[in-house]
Every structure is written in structure tokens, then in C-alpha cells.
């Protein structure tokens, strides 16, 4: 029952480390997407994809890269980190992109120094 | 350009009484589908309600209603008989669905209190 696991839950880097944040999922569900939330602006949309082998840029996807090569994984990789990407991202799920719910992991939490 | 917003940064309910958040939005694509979601303190997003813009009648789900007038491009959430565990952030989101993109966009929140 595990639904969308991300880690790490916490991370702490220094501005030009690079990274990966891991997002997989056990639904079998063909859309997957990443997002951060800041204070005030909602969740914005970094990087989405809409099956294995297809992703696509969102609306804040400038410093971040993301791959789907199998269903159940989507990594997104911070090249060189920045303190103005300090914020909490959220991987998200879904069967199809078109009228279902979104299933969210539990965020991590990325402050970058 | 889709656009969703909520223009209530915070609200108060009595313990019991109903609520509505309120949500705007902008698109022109005619398919188009409506969520809300509530995201308590501990963080995680928590999936509430969806109404497509096809739907002829206001979707409801337990004590949670969308209040949808296509006309006037609004999909307020209707809360009734508020506990204190709804206390939480509220989003209201959309995605566009005729262009291909999938794209799915957040409004900036409302932060419900219920006081006892």
C-alpha cells in the first residue's frame, strides 16, 4: 500500500551541489509530475510526464532535468542547486492525466546554503 | 493562459457551521477539469473533489460540495458542518485537457481555521 514514495524527506545542500530526488509509485498510473511550493505561490509545475519514455516542461523548469524510463519511477535532478530553489517538492501520480485525482508523496523538504 | 485564483489568504469557521473557499478561474479550452485539494499541517496533499466542465450537476462528496457556475468561471468549495480536523490549506487547481499538455495548475491556498 505503499502509493508515492519520494526521498529523501529532508535534504540540506550547498549552492552548486547537484542531486536527485527519487519519486516512484506502485499504481501502475501513466502520469507522473514534480512541483515545488513556496510560501504564498501555491504548487507550481516543474516537469510532468504522461508515460514512459515522454516528459514535458512545466511552468518553473529552468535548473531542474527529469527522465521516465519505466512506469514506476521519476527522478528529478537538481544540476547545480541554488538558494532560490529552497523549497518543498511534491511528486504527484495519476492513471491518466484526464479527470482523476492525483496522488501526492509526502514532499521533500530541500533548503539549499 | 489558464489561471486559477483564490483570493481568501485565510478564513474562520465556527465548529459545525458551513463554509464555502472560493475559486476562479480563467481558461479557453472547453474541456477543462476542476480539483480541490486540502493539505493539513503534517503537509501531505490530501485529493477532495473534481468536477469536469462537462458536468451538468455540482459534484459532492460527503460533506464536501463545488459550487460550479461555468458561466462566471467559479468552483467554490462548499463545506458543511465544519470539525476541527478540516482544519488545513485549501488549493483549488485545473488542468487543461484539448491541448494535449495535461498541464495542471494550483491556486495559492486559503487557510481554513475551525474554532471550537
Known amino acids: 500500500n505503499a502509493g508515492v514514495t519520494q526521498t529523501p524527506k529532508f535534504q540540506v545542500l550547498k549552492t552548486g551541489q547537484s542531486m536527485t530526488l527519487q519519486c516512484a509509485q506502485d499504481?501502475?498510473?501513466?502520469?507522473m509530475s514534480w512541483y515545488r511550493q513556496d510560501p504564498g505561490m501555491g504548487l507550481r509545475l516543474i516537469h510532468y510526464?504522461?508515460?514512459?519514455?515522454?516528459?514535458d516542461q512545466g511552468e518553473v523548469p529552468n535548473g531542474y532535468n527529469v527522465s521516465r524510463s519505466t512506469t514506476e519511477d521519476f527522478p528529478l535532478r537538481l544540476l547545480s542547486a541554488a538558494p532560490s530553489q529552497t523549497s518543498v517538492y511534491f511528486c504527484a501520480s495519476s492513471y491518466s492525466p484526464e479527470n482523476t485525482e492525483a496522488f501526492f508523496g509526502q514532499g521533500t523538504r530541500l533548503t539549499v546554503v | 493562459a489558464q489561471k486559477i485564483t483564490q483570493t481568501q489568504p485565510g478564513m474562520f469557521v465556527q465548529e459545525k457551521e458551513a463554509v464555502t473557499l472560493d475559486c476562479t478561474y480563467d481558461t479557453s479550452d472547453p474541456s477543462y477539469g476542476l480539483f480541490w485539494y486540502k493539505q493539513p499541517s503534517s503537509g501531505e496533499m490530501i485529493f477532495l473533489i473534481y468536477q469536469g466542465s462537462y458536468d451538468q450537476q455540482n459534484a459532492t462528496e460527503g460533506r464536501y460540495s463545488l459550487n460550479f457556475q461555468k458561466a462566471r468561471k467559479s468552483a467554490n468549495l462548499v463545506i458543511s458542518a465544519s470539525q476541527l480536523g478540516d482544519s488545513a490549506m485549501y488549493f483549488c487547481a485545473m488542468r487543461e485537457g484539448s491541448s494535449g499538455t495535461y498541464k495542471y495548475i494550483f491556486g495559492t491556498g486559503t487557510r481554513l481555521k475551525v474554532l471550537a
Open positions: 510526464s504522461v508515460g514512459a519514455g515522454i516528459t
Open positions: 499504481m501502475n498510473h501513466e502520469y
